[in-house]
C-alpha cells in the first residue's frame, strides 16, 4: 500500500508563513490528482487547493492569492505554501490523492495522508 507522508504544520503568528510537504511513498508508477483539504474543529473538511498531473490547480476562495500549491512529479510530492496566515487558517490539513497507480499495475483510490496541525495564533 502507498502512504502520504505529511510534514510542515506547527504553530504561526497572524500574517506568517508556512510551507507543508506530502510525499507519496511505495512502488508508485504514477499519481494523478494531489491536493490538500482542511478540518477546523467543528467543522466539516473542506478543499483547500489541488493540483492534477499536468500541473493544472484549483483553490478555495478563501485562500486564493495566499496559498500556493505545487508538485515534484518526480518525487510524487505536493507542497503548499501557506503565506499571510489568518487565525481562520487554523485546522487540521490533510493530503490528498484522488487515484494512483503502483508498479505491477495496481490501482489505488481516494487516498488520505494522517493529516497536520497548523495553528495561527498570537
Known amino acids: 500500500q502507498v502512504q502520504l507522508v505529511e510534514s510542515g504544520g506547527g504553530l504561526v503568528q497572524p500574517g506568517g508563513s508556512l510551507r507543508l510537504s506530502c510525499a507519496a511513498s511505495g512502488s508508485i508508477f504514477s499519481v494523478n490528482t494531489m491536493g490538500w483539504y482542511r478540518q477546523a474543529p467543528g467543522k466539516q473538511r473542506e478543499l483547500v487547493a489541488h493540483?492534477?498531473?499536468?500541473?493544472?490547480?484549483n483553490y478555495a476562495d478563501s485562500v486564493k492569492g495566499r496559498f500556493t500549491i505545487s508538485r515534484d512529479n518526480a518525487r510524487n510530492t505536493v507542497y503548499l505554501q501557506m503565506n499571510s496566515l489568518k487565525p481562520e487558517d487554523t485546522a487540521v490539513y490533510y493530503c490528498?490523492?484522488?487515484?494512483?497507480?503502483?508498479?505491477?499495475?495496481?490501482?489505488?483510490?481516494?487516498?488520505w495522508g494522517q493529516g497536520t496541525q497548523v495553528t495561527v495564533s498570537s
Open positions: 493540483i492534477t498531473s499536468d500541473g493544472r490547480t
Open positions: 490528498h490523492v484522488d487515484s494512483l497507480r503502483r508498479r505491477g499495475g495496481i490501482w489505488q483510490f481516494d487516498v
